[in-house]
């Protein structure tokens, strides 16, 4: 059976780098839907989805025979958020794309608990690497968008003046969450930050994947309390 995968992005050229990025990030038969709006995206995905089913007290999952879901953040008919909304609760991995790693772009897509996020300016190379972790279960971090995270974070936090903020949003970060995507930003690889913190590979894994957590549960402010909170 082959791997199905939904790109959904309206610029061709775009569109054509992003599927060679899918065919090298797979061993396996790939079968690339491409789409070039959110109308046909939606159509799509409306030709296969099935019913939801009830999972107790969680959200129930739909099916759209999708593996994998690359949405990019504006397209020509509105934003990408819509559809990243609609399949919250899909099976598949959903991955926003997009050529920008502003605030605007960024928090919007991880508060929907996207499974990764990619910027389409990077190398090939690059990108690849970080879509085979993502479908992997494992966490990736670009450096640009660590220093867009790290960065709002300290801007908001040093208003409340010297990092003491009383906390006004679910979501915060630790001293040591900024230390790691500060390490991040600069481009250290797992490694060299594991060394560096004094870190095994899988608690970095874990760490990042908290910080994501934690923006995911963000609806407003996003107003950080620093402390260490023991994520080693």
């Known amino acids: 059976m082959s791997t199905r995968v939904l790109i959904v992005e309206d610029n061709p050229v775009a569109r054509g780098f992003l599927a060679r990025v899918v065919r090298e990030s797979f061993t396996d038969v790939i079968e690339i839907v491409e789409a070039a709006s959110l109308a046909s995206a939606r159509l799509a995905l409306a030709a296969r989805m099935t019913a ?10 739909t099916q759209s025979g999708f593996r994998l879901i690359l949405c990019a953040l504006e397209l020509v008919d509105g934003p990408g958020l819509e559809l990243l ?3 919250q609760h899909d099976s598949a991995t959903r991955i926003a794309t997009t050529l920008y790693s502003d605030d605007d772009h ?25 879509l085979q972790r993502i479908v992997r279960g494992q966490p990736t971090m670009s450096p640009a968008i660590a220093r867009r995270i790290a960065n709002f974070f300290r801007q908001h936090a040093s208003l409340a003046g010297d990092f003491d903020v009383v906390r006004r949003a679910p979501a915060t970060l630790s001293a040591r969450d900024l230390e790691l995507l500060g390490h991040l930003a600069k481009g250290f690889t797992f490694k060299e930050i594991a060394r560096t913190m004094g870190m095994r590979l899988h608690a970095i894994n874990e760490q990042i994947l908290t910080i994501y ?20």
Do not use: H, M
């Open 52 to 61: 939801p089913e009830p999972t107790g007290a969680s959200p129930a999952t």
């Open 85 to 87: 909304e609609q399949v």
């Open 106 to 130: 960024l928090f919007p897509a991880l508060q929907l608990g996207v499974d990764g996020y990619l910027l389409k300016e990077d190398r090939f190379e690059v990108l690849v690497e970080e």
């Open 213 to 232: 957590r934690k923006l995911a549960t963000s609806s407003e402010g996003l107003i950080v309390t620093v402390g260490d909170d023991g994520d080693t």
